[in-house]
């Protein structure tokens, strides 16, 4: 298949390249490498495969539509994976004109070539913060989602609407995947595993909002891209998926595994909840087992005790 990965330099799109190249695919890279984080650590993530002859890297933003128009009339795809937003929950409220605009304009942009160039596959990265305070768990994909608690939140429903939409006018099969918390080898430096494992290690304060009784169901690497390949191959008509571990944690006690597996003791800076925050995240799976066979197989610990050994060794290496 020839397949375009957007935001493929980031931590879900780099390592679904691999996979993708590995199995025999072509991947067209789309991404923009803006500073939300730095852009170094992206290209790092993409350096081993700039070489490959089955891998194109195309510098740009999902906004550009001339650009658009140049890679799609340049390349005949079977398949569009869109990972490329701008995330987070916080950054979210106090950017919201932007996340509207690259989350659901560059969303609807993508799907307009899709339906322009006659692309019959779309996967879209939607999230589990769709759910918002949802108070039924575990969180399934029939629950009623139209309370979103942050703009990045609303942006992702909005991007699953604008997916039926094109599935229902120009049949287009659709696959949203609402993801839970991804984690592993070259996760964002912005996301709480990666940043408390860096803070412990460093000393340094470790800031946790609310009591830390929190829970969040955290999701290895390898398990999420086993989901995002198979609903590229059965990705049929209009559908949404959890991909979850389907375990949750509490954030105080997520905290004390790290210190267990970095020998040392965090100092816990105690915060005020935070605007936008979730009590839990949740995921029922069974859907995704089903159709997609998904089988998780990394659990919390073994996929901690991983990303603290990566966490080390880049440690070391730079």
Same mark, same amino acid.
């Given at each position: 298949?020839?397949?375009?990965?957007?935001?493929?330099?980031?931590f879900i799109g780099?390592?679904?390249?691999?996979?993708?190249?590995? +199995?025999?695919?072509?991947?067209?890279?789309?991404?923009?490498?803006?500073?939300?984080?730095?852009?170094?650590?992206? #290209? +790092?993530?993409?350096?081993?495969? *700039?070489?490959?002859?089955?891998?194109?890297?195309?510098?740009?933003?999902? *906004?550009?539509?001339?650009?658009?128009?140049?890679?799609?009339?340049?390349?005949?795809?079977?398949?569009?994976?869109?990972?490329?937003? +701008?995330?987070?929950?916080?950054?979210?409220?106090?950017?919201?004109?932007?996340?509207?605009?690259?989350?659901? +304009?560059?969303?609807?942009?993508?799907?307009?070539?899709a339906r322009a160039?006659?692309?019959?596959?779309?996967?879209?990265?939607?999230?589990?913060?769709?759910?918002?305070?949802?108070?039924?768990?575990?969180?399934?994909?029939?629950?009623?989602?139209?309370?979103?608690?942050?703009?990045?939140?609303?942006?992702?429903?909005?991007?699953?609407?604008?997916?039926?939409?094109?599935?229902?006018?120009?049949?287009?099969?659709?696959?949203?995947?609402?993801?839970?918390?991804?984690?592993?080898?070259?996760?964002?430096?912005?996301?709480?595993?990666?940043?408390?494992?860096? *803070?412990?290690?460093?000393?340094?304060?470790?800031?946790?909002?609310?009591?830390?009784?929190?829970?969040?169901?955290?999701?290895?690497?390898?398990?999420?891209l086993q989901g995002?390949?198979?609903?590229?191959? #059965?990705?049929?008509?209009?559908?949404?998926?959890?991909?979850?571990?389907?375990?949750?944690?509490?954030?105080?006690?997520?905290?004390?595994?790290?210190?267990?597996?970095?020998?040392?003791?965090?100092?816990?800076?105690?915060?005020?909840?935070?605007?936008?925050?979730?009590?839990?995240?949740?995921?029922?799976?069974?859907?995704? #087992?089903?159709?997609?066979?998904?089988?998780?197989?990394?659990?919390?610990?073994?996929?901690?005790?991983?990303?603290?050994?990566?966490?080390?060794?880049?440690?070391?290496?730079?």
């Amino acid at each position: 298949m020839r397949i375009l990965l957007t935001g493929g330099a980031g931590f879900i799109g780099s390592h679904l390249a691999e996979k993708l190249l590995e +199995r025999g695919d072509q991947v067209v890279c789309l991404d923009n490498f803006n500073d939300y984080y730095d852009p170094a650590v992206k #290209r +790092r993530n993409i350096a081993g495969m *700039l070489e490959h002859p089955a891998y194109t890297l195309v510098e740009g933003d999902i *906004l550009d539509e001339k650009l658009l128009t140049d890679v799609f009339e340049a390349n005949t795809f079977d398949a569009i994976v869109h990972l490329a937003a +701008r995330a987070g929950v916080r950054p979210s409220i106090q950017q919201p004109l932007l996340y509207e605009q690259v989350n659901v +304009r560059g969303t609807q942009l993508l799907l307009e070539q899709a339906r322009a160039h006659e692309v019959p596959k779309f996967i879209f990265a939607s999230s589990s913060s769709v759910y918002g305070a949802n108070k039924k768990v575990p969180f399934s994909e029939t629950d009623f989602v139209d309370n979103p608690v942050s703009p990045y939140a609303a942006t992702k429903k909005a991007g699953e609407l604008i997916c039926y939409t094109y599935h229902h006018l120009y049949d287009i099969s659709c696959s949203c995947l609402r993801f839970f918390t991804v984690y592993g080898p070259r996760q964002r430096p912005d996301m709480a595993i990666h940043k408390f494992t860096r *803070l412990i290690d460093a000393g340094e304060p470790v800031p946790m909002f609310g009591d830390g009784s929190s829970r969040r169901d955290y999701t290895y690497i390898d398990d999420v891209l086993q989901g995002v390949i198979q609903s590229i191959d #059965r990705c049929e008509g209009y559908e949404i998926y959890n991909l979850g571990e389907s375990q949750t944690i509490a954030l105080r006690d997520l905290i004390s595994k790290l210190e267990t597996l970095l020998g040392k003791k965090a100092r816990i800076q105690k915060l005020p909840p935070q605007p936008g925050d979730v009590p839990i995240t949740y995921a029922d799976i069974s859907k995704a #087992r089903e159709k997609l066979g998904y089988n998780p197989q990394f659990p919390l610990d073994e996929g901690l005790e991983r990303f603290v050994r990566w966490f080390k060794e880049e440690k070391k290496a730079n």
